[in-house]
């Protein structure tokens, strides 16, 4: 069923690009979701509709006044019903593919974005959940929220094409990807490996296991921590 996406930002314009390009316009198109940005200027008080001020004990920056994000939040909630509402900050829950695969089975999303040094943390607990997409802090939450829509967005059933496209994919298996290759056969004096011109697809998925598994231990070792292993992996592992 459709489901709406909705970020609410002092700069909506910079959602423009992401709505209308690649995989999130198509699933705007296809009829999957519905994706607007909210100026949330929209509800400020005053002539010169002031979103931010002076943090309260003192200190550098400035901090986002609660009152446009609370009467924001508590409109978008009116009109997306049952819809979460997730803001992004740096101090939030860290995002990783099994959270996207939760998400998009949600509703859709309201997406809260802040600027400055931060929202005041009363509207920032208005939220369901408050998300950080990694330990560095970005100058706002708008680019923040793309990446979570992107991932979430090209998970939901039909957006891909592929279906299963998106579970066989890295992280979903907890590994990272196996090597991609397409034409030429031969480039720069670089040939693709033979087995995977052999048409024999057993081999071809144990090599690409092989590979996945090689390539996690060598570039990302962290991943294999805690991560137990398939007889098929472990058969792999001991050749
Ligand atoms: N806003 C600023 N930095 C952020 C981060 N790393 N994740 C989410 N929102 C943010």
Redo the contacts with the bound molecule.
Sequence with gaps: SLQHYAALSIFPEMFDGFWSTGMVRRAIMGGFITGRAVDLRAFAEGVHKVTDDKPYGGGCGMVMKPEPLMKGIAHLRAEMPGVPVLA???Q?QP?TQSLAEDLAREKGMIMVC?RYEGMDERACIKADME???????????EL?AMVVMDAVIRLIPGVLGGEESAEKESFSEGLIEYAHYTRPPVYEGMAVPDVLLSGNHKAIASWRLETSLKRTFLKRPDLLEDRSFSREERSILQK
Excluded: N, Q
């Design positions: 992004m900050t740096p939030g995002f802040g998300l950080s997409i990694g330990d560095y802090v970005l100058t706002g939450g923040a």
